[in-house]
């Protein structure tokens, strides 16, 4: 069977992190796009068509919560997966009420990362299929074939 590279955009102020994750998951087939910023995010997600986002949650200016606020009032068919800290855990899962998918703490074990990508992305190929469903049968209506 064929892997359709899933389209991630990581998003972490952590340098060397990003670039490591991007590798793994660039090794793994994914199409990946390293971002450092809340900022830098959005303006990515403005200019290239992504599935999914790995997002941190503590970030200087704008945090990973406010972050997934804009994308998912902007981007709402995005799948985000949140990275927090030991700490955070409580934040993580205010996340998860904002529209996250799902969040994995730091260190993030690389194979439950892929495995929250998969479900990521088949989330988001489910959602836009019924979404071209639901337009066709409008369609259909509108020009009265149902």
Do not use: N
């Not at 450092?36 to 790995?54: A, F, P, R």
């Not at 998918?101 to 299929?129: I, M, N």
Request: proline share 3%; net charge negative; charged share 40%.
């Amino acid at each position: 069977m064929i892997k359709i590279p899933t389209k991630v955009l990581v998003v972490d102020d952590e340098k060397d992190f990003v670039e490591m994750l991007s590798l793994r998951l660039k090794e793994e087939g994914e199409k990946v796009t390293p971002v450092y910023s809340g900022k830098e995010c959005l303006e990515t997600l403005e200019e290239k068509e992504i599935d999914v986002v790995i997002l941190d949650i503590k970030m200087p200016g704008m945090d990973g919560i406010e972050t997934l606020r804009e994308i998912k009032k902007r981007f709402p068919l995005v799948e985000v997966i949140m990275l927090t800290g030991h700490g955070t855990t409580e934040t993580a899962v205010e996340g998860m009420k904002l529209g996250a998918l799902d969040y994995l703490l730091k260190p993030a074990d690389f194979d439950d990362l892929s495995a929250k990508l998969e479900v990521a992305r088949k989330r988001k190929d489910e959602q836009e299929e019924r979404i071209r469903k639901a337009e066709a049968r409008f369609l259909l209506r509108k020009v009265g074939e149902i």
